[in-house]
């Protein structure tokens, strides 16, 4: 199976600052027939099940904020908040799909 | 609105069986391929099991392989999940969630709220 590796297992960032996470895979995710990265990101809140960010690693989902924005390919991928806020509090999880899906290990991002 | 509502979790002992089922509204269940994915308590995702939209490829993790069951009933806009030999480690909330594709399972864009398994003696 392939294997993604979350860094840092968790940050603390000030509201209104750039927070980045990433993800890096074991193998590359780029389907070389569609030129497609098959990784989403995923945010999870106390208590709830995970809302869908990001998909092909970088196409927002309807309704998502655009300070989250996702890029990489590849290997190396990287979930980006532009300017936290206290609602972005959470663990973000990447997915990839290229093969048996599989999710990175979790970044908790709170507030400094 | 799409909504997503598992239930069926339970304690149940080491060696026991339980059946998860995840009921379907606010969209043409019929047309979308579904998953399990679970997370023991404090710990992070496991995608568990795929099932496309006429049940004709299903698929299971290496961990749940010849225990678990993935079924449909599109009639009855239902998923379920039929869990044989249950195992301390399979203590989890388990999540059913839609995929956006038919042919494979890539990424979920709704997710129900979960159901507690425990297994324990």
């Known amino acids: 199976d392939i294997v993604l590796t979350q860094s840092p297992d968790s940050l603390a960032v000030s509201l209104g600052e750039r927070a980045t996470i990433n993800c890096k895979s074991s193998?590359?995710?780029?389907?070389?027939?569609?030129?497609?990265?098959?990784l989403a990101w995923y945010q999870q809140k106390p208590g709830q099940p995970p809302k869908l960010l990001i998909y092909?690693?970088?196409t927002r989902e309807s309704g998502v904020p655009d300070r989250f924005s996702g890029s990489g390919s590849g290997t190396d991928f990287t979930l980006t908040i532009s300017s936290l806020q206290a609602e972005d509090v959470a663990i973000y999880y990447c997915?990839?799909?290229?093969?048996?899906?599989?999710f990175g290990g979790g970044t908790k991002v709170a507030i400094k | 609105e799409v909504q997503l509502v598992e239930s069926g979790g339970g304690l149940k002992q080491p060696g026991g069986s339980l059946r998860l089922s995840c009921a379907a509204s606010?969209?043409?269940?019929?047309?979308?391929?579904m998953n399990w994915v679970r997370q023991a308590p404090g710990k992070g995702l496991e995608w568990v099991s795929y099932i496309s939209t006429s049940s004709s490829t299903i698929y299971y993790a290496d961990s749940v392989k010849g225990r678990f069951t993935v079924s449909r009933d599109n009639a009855k806009n239902s998923l379920y999940l039929q869990m044989n030999s249950l195992r301390v480690e399979d203590t989890a909330v388990y999540y059913c969630?839609?995929?956006?594709?038919?042919?494979?399972?890539?990424?979920?864009?709704?997710w129900g709220q979960g159901t507690l398994v425990t297994v324990s003696s």
């Open positions: 193998q590359s995710i780029l389907y070389s027939s569609d030129n497609k990265n098959y």
């Open positions: 969630a839609r995929d956006t594709t038919v042919h494979s399972s890539t990424w979920y864009d709704f």
């Open positions: 997915q990839q799909y290229f093969g048996t899906p599989t």
């Open positions: 092909w690693a970088s």
């Open positions: 606010g969209f043409t269940f019929s047309s979308y391929s």
